[in-house]
């Protein structure tokens, strides 16, 4: 192909693009001075009015207090509620506190103007921040605070998914809270219950101890009573003997004579009466037959009554008597006794 006719036609190309790229540079120009003089400088002019600065930028008024809440804000005007609240974004208060921060403020301006460009614009661009404020709010778990600044967001963009967002880590962060003081409470509930258990189980102990030394010191006397018990049961029995041993000794082919005791038993001191430190006594009728055995043992009084019946009549019914005679024959005969119990 002929090289000069292909620089032409690159030359001719050239040519017909050059004005679309001009015409497309000066539209962009046109609207940027436009956007310039009808919607940024206006809005500049207003905030330099305010003490400059963009509404929708944060800034820390370093070294100011925040200014104290204004004291009427339903009568104030347009300018005076845009100024509070360029003054609220300066110093950080978004969303608080109550009735003192920017978006109330704002909000405050389109209810007197709807539609008003600057709060709108404001609003919209400060909206993220204001999410993060309210989401710091959640997570230091200051849970009323937390919904009020949801609320405020939700009347300047209901539609916005942040809140979605802000809504289910404010359900989770409060049911979190509610687990977080049950366990608490089911752990305090438990020190409580160990706490009465140890109580009650050393309660427990020291009775143990105290019936286990009342048991003792019981098993004790008891002990000792039935030694002295003994002690009287065998000086008894060693008088006894020694009492029937002149009838004994009385001759042998007296032809009458009543019947003598040659072998007695001591009575078994009753356990209940020794624990309880009783004494009494027991009358008692009976038969010695021919064989000097008794027989037909009865209670004929007693003091106290039923306490000491059966030991008396066990310990007489073993007993052994010389007969009675009678010209010299064994006679059964009947005979009355008084057994004393003492301590």
Request: charged share 20%; hydrophobic share 45%.
């Amino acid at each position: 192909m002929d090289t000069r006719y292909i620089r032409h036609a690159r030359t001719h190309a050239r040519g017909a693009v050059q004005p679309i790229v001009i015409a497309v540079l000066v539209v962009v120009v046109v609207l940027a001075a436009a956007a310039w003089f009808l919607i940024i400088k206006p809005h500049q002019d207003l905030m330099q009015a305010d003490n400059g600065g963009h509404p929708s930028t944060p800034v820390t008024a370093a070294g100011q207090a925040a200014a104290p809440p204004p004291a009427n804000v339903e009568a104030m005007s347009l300018n005076q509620l845009l100024s509070e609240a360029r003054r609220a974004i300066n110093e950080q208060r978004l969303l608080a506190p109550a009735g003192n921060n920017a978006f109330e403020f704002y909000q405050k301006v389109l209810q007197k103007q709807p539609g008003n460009q600057v709060a709108t614009d404001a609003l919209r661009e400060t909206f993220p921040f204001a999410a993060n404020a309210a989401e710091q709010a959640i997570n230091q778990r200051d849970f009323n605070d937390a919904q009020r600044q949801i609320d405020l967001l939700a009347k300047a963009d209901p539609a916005n998914y942040t809140l979605t967002i802000l809504r289910s880590k404010l359900d989770a962060q409060r049911k979190l809270l509610d687990r977080e003081q049950q366990l608490a409470a089911d752990k305090e509930k438990q020190a409580q219950l160990a706490a009465q258990k140890v109580a009650a189980d050393k309660v427990e102990a020291d009775r143990q101890t105290e019936l286990k030394t009342q048991q003792a010191a019981a098993e004790q006397a008891r002990v000792a009573q039935q030694a002295r018990q003994a002690q009287q049961q065998q000086a008894e029995a060693t008088r006894q003997p020694q009492t029937a041993t002149p009838s004994a000794a009385a001759p042998a082919d007296a032809a009458t004579h009543a019947a003598v005791l040659v072998k007695n038993t001591a009575p078994r001191y009753p356990t209940a009466a020794m624990r309880s430190n009783q004494e009494g006594w027991v009358e008692l009728a009976f038969t010695i037959t021919t064989g000097g055995d008794v027989s037909d043992v009865k209670v004929v009084d007693a003091q106290p009554r039923h306490v000491f019946d059966r030991a008396a009549i066990d310990a007489v019914s073993r007993w052994k008597y010389q007969p009675a005679t009678q010209d010299g024959t064994p006679v059964a005969s009947s005979k009355r006794q008084r057994i004393e119990f003492k301590l």
